[in-house]
């Protein structure tokens, strides 16, 4: 009932806020989300030396 209520009340401001509801939809098909994961990562490993170093998962080749 909470995320109702908030989504109905920022809508209601005089310059409506949009509120971010992916429920039922997969993260990764989702551009701000893969945007936003994206910037994250480049933040945690900017050279990209973990990523190197992890074993790609044989399900993600």
């Known amino acids: 009932m ?9 809508m209601n401001f005089k310059k409506p806020i949009n509120v971010f509801d992916p429920r039922r939809k997969d993260l990764q098909t989702l551009t701000p989300v893969v945007i936003f994961c994206g910037l994250i990562l480049e933040c945690i490993d900017p050279e990209t030396k973990i990523q190197n170093s992890i074993k790609k998962n044989s399900c993600n080749s």
């Open 2 to 10: 909470f995320p109702y209520y908030l989504r109905k009340n920022l």
